[in-house]
């Protein structure tokens, strides 16, 4: 939403979009660390162990891998892009974003199909 309303020069809704779509990515961290740190409370490790094999486990993987890489690069770049967004320094905060949001889409979508592999489709016995 946020891409479409910069694209149509809607700065205001950008802005608050964005703000928006960084706060709950905030939430979703918080509630992640939370949640791994119960996994490790209850089962002694803070990972679920993937139970798929075959091509459903390559595939698993093949998303994962750059998934994870990706994602620890995302608190490195988000902040300085909103920053930048915020203090309207269009054209660094332009250059920057076009780096940031393919990432973010790329973390944000492969962690939904990541999940449903792994509680969903291929759920540990």
């Known amino acids: 939403m946020g891409f479409g309303f910069i694209r149509r020069k809607q700065v205001a809704a950008h802005r ?4 928006a779509a960084f706060v ?3 939430l979703f961290l918080v509630g992640y660390v939370l949640h791994k740190v119960n996994l490790h409370a209850v089962t002694g490790s803070y990972n ?7 091509w459903a486990r390559t595939l698993y993987f093949f998303i994962l891998i750059p998934h994870v890489v ?6 490195l ?5 909103l ?4 203090k309207m320094n269009v054209k660094t905060h332009r250059k920057l974003a076009h780096i940031t949001l393919p990432i973010w889409l790329y973390v944000s979508v492969s962690g939904v199909f990541i999940y449903f592999m792994l509680y969903h489709w291929y759920p540990a016995v």
């Not at 770049?77 to 892009?81: A, D, E, G, V």
């Not at 920053?83 to 915020?86: C, H, N, Q």
């Open 70 to 75: 990706l994602a620890m690069l995302l608190p």
């Open 77 to 81: 770049l988000t902040p300085p892009t």
């Open 48 to 54: 679920t162990v993937f139970s798929g094999t075959g």
């Open 16 to 19: 608050l979009c964005m703000i």
């Open 83 to 86: 920053f930048l967004g915020l």
């Open 24 to 26: 709950l990515s905030m």
